[in-house]
């Protein structure tokens, strides 16, 4: 990328300036490079040659000089080749084998530069020394001649030894002198002479003379030879020296020629770039110019200057280009032209779209307030009709069963428990319909409360199994040991979903079982995720019905409606419900095979135990005997048993348990008996009899309705009786807490025992005079003193006139409805205290938090019956009031109210959360202290979550606050005085919690 952002900088003259000059400049450099340092050596070895042609004759001209030791014609010689080389030649000197001066030319400083650094032996050819501007030649002076004494009988002929060789043959080892005779030496002088002309002819003349004296001397008497001289000097090539010739040359001209030539080749060089840069601007001004001007068009035609044209003849491919760009230009400007046209149409069909689009969008805001004036006005006419349905119901409902308390015969009782059930069935689709309604306005409002997972199961069941057992079904609860029993929630609509998905599989089910199971799928520190099945063997779903389960209003088979009855909205409600609740629901189904609908469900995890932790190691080894004729029954009792690690003897039939019990030595600490499987009465209280012989505990489990075989025959006979089916925690309890033993076949009638009323003075506000009436009559068989009243107005003007214990108040009446009337009584009369419990017809969640707002203190919802009365009753006029510390510090109420209105579950949760105060304490001081924030963060989490459900307002803010501070890494020092607030607020909610838990201490184990 950096090389592509470098090349664009350069433009396109530069590039063509420095692809054309850069290559003849490199290649010229190279060229005169080239031939200048070839000249150079050229000149360098002609300087050479012109010193060797002199320095090698004038050496062998001097042989005879030194073996005459005739200086002064040795010295003329010299002298005369110096000066007829002047301008080459500084100095011509000759040293002997001693390298010593012999002769010069003339007398200079120069010598001893000229003089052989080494021994003259080792100078075996010419050689040359380069010394500044000058260049020094040396040549050795070889013994080429020879005079020896000739002998008489000799010839009469002087033989001369001369080597008449060239330069190159002297250097080769191989040669050797000759003997050659004067006319050789005359020849071979004259052949140097025409070897190089420039050879000085004094040189050949002394050459010349030299053999003419030798051929003079042929006719004389050859003397006698000269002894040979003892400090004779041979070479390597065997040859003797006689010396050595140096001359010291002048380099000035050589140089002056090769500054020449350089000047020469720059110059040539300088002269081609100047032709190279002369063609290269004509090919800018044809090549480049041409296309800067395309450049200039192409970017006027990307501006929108669509009418700019290139102009002028080109050359070659040039040309064409600049067709194609006008071409270019002529098409972008038509379909600029026709997209000009497109968008001014498209513009106005736009504004014309726009214009039905504002008109739709008017129409839209007004079909969306029609559309909210409607939903307002169905949530408003569900409200009313929630009212207006449940106030005639609990009427109906709620005289009903007090005609059922009356001395009837069976077909009248018969006919008003009908009326009774008929009016629950219709109360049970109302409520249908308001959740169906509520879920799909996305109004269904969920709480996250604590509950005992395994206790509301079972009080679940207990209110539908009595349809199973009418039926003759199995019901079987099979809770896996590792799923947690405390768990956060909303626990009614768990209820719900239960009661829908069971109530389905007992309704459609006509023989056989129906089998709950529920097993851990994933635990975490904060969720359990479980999944249940509730598996039947009823008729089951046709495959291409089963899409259509889950819609409104729909069932698999329109006939089952006619057949079995129901609305279709129950498994819409329950699938909408667990969605939101974040689960998912699903089912398998065959055809008179039965059918298996599962839900996985995410629950929270308590922080705290839910009700009584028991002792479970108190069953560990201990020997239990069962006896269930139903397999899925046996099978689940034999799991919990297995899992409470109790040494187990499970038996099926009848037979075998009677063969056991026939053992006189066998003895089990419990025996646990199933009322299935006897034929006769008689049979099975001999049975229980016998049975009891052999245990301490005999626990029954019965679907027995007849009360009087209950009392007569069960109870006597037994330790524990529980009506199926049984939850392991109640299992459990009885089992480690067993009654005391009662004798056998021991008949007490207990008295019936007349209900005495309480001292209360109780205030009833209802404008339906039917509802005033029932709740007047409940009332009276509860309290001593009821006042009853039709308006709000009148509950005002009671309540300045006298003092009541408790007021029951409706919520929707006339006028001035219940909320008002409490704010009113609350602000000016003689019961701002009083407990005002508002009793409504509306579905209670929405209606909450209006009502608790309003002054109200709890709410009791239609249709009203006997036992959820005397509970209210109970609970508040008993209530204790605490007035010796803030409500901000404890709440009681509000602690209710977190404990879904469970009084003993509220007093659990306060009790542990007081019990864990110093602890909690104790870990926030030192966590503070030591400036441990992830401890500090795990402590006050662990306190917010206890806070939420123990009415401590203030320590859930404060821990809140602490702790979304922590969470955002804040310093511990920034947050130092909420960490000491929340520390005083604790003592003060331990003190608060030590005077609530001593008041109410007495009174909850009661409820």
């Not at 060789?165 to 071979?188: F, M, Q």
């Not at 003689?830 to 608790?852: G, K, M, S």
Request: hydrophobic share 40%; with cysteine.
């Amino acid at each position: 990328m950096e090389t592509a952002n470098s090349v664009t900088k350069f433009s396109l003259r530069s590039w063509v300036l420095v692809l054309a000059l850069a290559p003849t400049i490199v290649v010229g450099i190279l060229l005169g490079s080239y031939f200048t340092i070839n000249r150079f050596y050229e000149l360098e070895d002609t300087l050479i040659a012109k010193g060797l042609s002199i320095a090698e004759p004038l050496a062998i001209a001097s042989e005879f000089g030194i073996v005459s030791n005739d200086r002064e014609s040795t010295k003329r010689l010299l002298s005369a080749s110096q000066v007829r080389n002047a301008s080459l030649i500084h100095s011509i000197a000759l040293f002997d084998t001693n390298n010593q001066l012999f002769v010069t030319s003339h007398y200079h400083k120069d010598f001893e530069t000229m003089r052989y650094r080494n021994p003259v032996a080792q100078l075996t050819q010419s050689e040359h020394e380069t010394i500044g501007d000058t260049m020094i030649i040396r040549v050795p002076v070889v013994a080429n001649t020879e005079l020896k004494p000739k002998k008489a009988a000799q010839s009469q002929t002087q033989q001369i030894d001369v080597p008449i060789v060239s330069e190159p043959e002297r250097a080769h080892p191989n040669n050797r002198p000759i003997n050659v005779d004067a006319e050789d030496l005359l020849d071979g002088a004259e052949q140097y002479q025409g070897y190089d002309q420039t050879l000085p002819s004094d040189t050949t003349a002394q050459l010349i003379a030299l053999a003419n004296d030798s051929q003079t001397s042929r006719t004389q008497t050859a003397e006698p030879a000269r002894p040979a001289a003892n400090n004779e000097v041979y070479n390597e090539r065997d040859e003797r020296l006689l010396g050595y010739m140096a001359i010291l040359m002048n380099k000035e001209n050589a140089l002056l020629a090769q500054h020449r030539s350089a000047i020469a080749a720059f110059v040539i060089i300088l002269i081609g770039v100047q032709f190279n840069l002369f063609f290269t601007f004509r090919l800018v001004k044809f090549v480049n110019h041409p296309i800067t001007e395309m450049v200039r068009v192409v970017a006027k035609i990307r501006e929108g200057k669509l009418s700019a044209r290139l102009e002028g003849n080109l050359i070659g491919e040039l040309d064409l280009l600049k067709r194609g760009i006008n071409a270019m230009a002529s098409s972008l400007s038509e379909y600029h032209d026709e997209m000009q046209q497109n968008i001014d149409q498209a513009t106005s069909d736009l504004r014309e779209t726009l214009e039905q689009i504002e008109i739709q969008n008017v129409e839209l805001d007004l079909a969306k307030k029609r559309a909210l004036e409607a939903s307002q006005i169905k949530s408003e006419f569900l409200a009313n009709m929630s009212h207006e349905l449940r106030t005639p119901l609990n009427g109906v409902i709620g005289f009903a069963r007090q005609l059922i308390k009356t001395p009837l015969h069976s077909s009248q009782l018969d006919y008003i428990k009908t009326i009774e059930r008929s009016a629950t069935n219709l109360l049970g689709i109302i409520n249908d319909i308001l959740d169906f309604s509520k879920l799909e306005a996305g109004k269904m409002v969920l709480e996250k409360m604590p509950f005992a997972l395994r206790e509301t199961i079972a009080e679940t069941l207990g209110i539908i199994a009595v349809s199973a057992q009418e039926k003759g079904l199995e019901l079987v609860v099979d809770i896996d040991s590792n799923v947690p029993e405390s768990v956060t929630g909303d626990a009614m609509r768990i209820s719900q979903i239960i009661t829908n998905l069971v109530g389905n599989a007992i309704k459609f089910t006509d023989e056989g079982s129906v089998n709950i199971k529920i097993h851990l799928v994933t635990l975490s520190d904060e969720t359990a995720t479980l999944r249940c099945e509730i598996i039947d063997t009823g008729i089951g779903i046709d495959e291409s019905q089963q899409d259509y389960l889950f819609q409104a209003f729909g069932q698999a088979d329109s006939s089952i409606s006619r057949r079995f009855g129901g609305t279709g909205l129950g498994l819409v409600i329950t699938k909408r419900l667990i969605n939101q609740m974040g689960g998912q629901i699903g089912f398998t189904s065959s055809p008179n095979q039965g059918s298996n609908f599962w839900f996985i469900l995410p629950l929270g995890i308590s922080q705290f135990q839910i009700g009584e932790v028991l002792p479970m190691d108190a069953l560990h080894h201990k020997n239990v005997l069962v006896f269930e004729p139903r397999s899925l029954s046996r099978d689940t009792l034999n799991r919990r048993f297995e899992s409470w690690q109790m040494s187990l003897t499970s038996v099926g039939q009848l037979d075998h348990f009677e063969s056991t019990l026939d053992n006189d030595k066998v003895f089990f600490d419990y025996i646990i008996v199933s009322c299935k499987g006897f034929k006769t009465d008689e049979d099975f209280t001999k049975q229980l009899q016998k049975a009891k012989q052999h245990t301490k505990c005999l626990v029954l489990m019965h679907e027995i309705q007849d009360q009087r075989l209950i009392e007569e025959v069960l109870t006597p006979n037994t330790d524990v009786l529980l009506k199926t089916p049984v939850s392991d925690y109640t299992l459990a309890r009885h089992m480690i807490y067993p009654p005391e033993p009662k004798p056998l076949q021991q008949i007490t009638k207990t008295p019936v025992k007349v209900q005495e009323k309480a001292n209360v003075n109780v205030l009833a506000v209802d404008d339906n005079l039917a509802n005033l009436k029932l709740i007047d009559t409940l009332l009276n068989e509860l309290v001593t003193n009821v006042t009853t009243v039709k308006s709000g107005e009148d509950a005002v003007q009671a309540s300045r006139n006298q003092v009541f214990d408790i007021i029951f108040m409706d919520i929707q009446m006339p006028g001035m409805d219940g909320l008002k009337a409490t704010t009113i009584i609350r602000d000016n009369s003689l019961n701002r205290h009083t407990p005002i419990i508002a009793v409504t017809a509306h579905a209670v969640a929405e209606e909450r938090e209006n009502i608790l707002q309003s002054g109200m203190d709890g709410f009791l919802p239609k249709p009203i019956d006997e036992e959820s009365l005397k509970t209210v009753i109970n609970k508040w006029v008993a209530a204790p009031q605490f007035t010796h510390f803030d409500v901000h510090t404890l709440n009681w109420e509000l602690c209710l109210s977190q404990a879904n209105q469970k009084p003993d579950l509220a007093f659990d949760m306060l009790k542990m959360l007081m019990e864990s105060i110093p602890e909690t304490m104790n870990n926030i001081e030192q966590s503070f202290a030591e400036h441990q924030s992830e401890q500090l963060l795990q402590a006050v989490h662990k306190l917010h979550g206890a806070s939420c459900y123990s009415g401590v307002p203030r320590t859930q803010k404060l821990c809140q606050e602490i702790e979304s501070a922590l969470k955002q890494k804040t310093p511990i020092n920034d947050i130092e005085p909420e960490i000491l607030e929340l520390l005083d607020e604790l003592t003060k909610v331990e003190s608060a919690a030590q005077q609530v838990i001593d008041q109410l201490s007495v009174e909850i184990p009661n409820d």
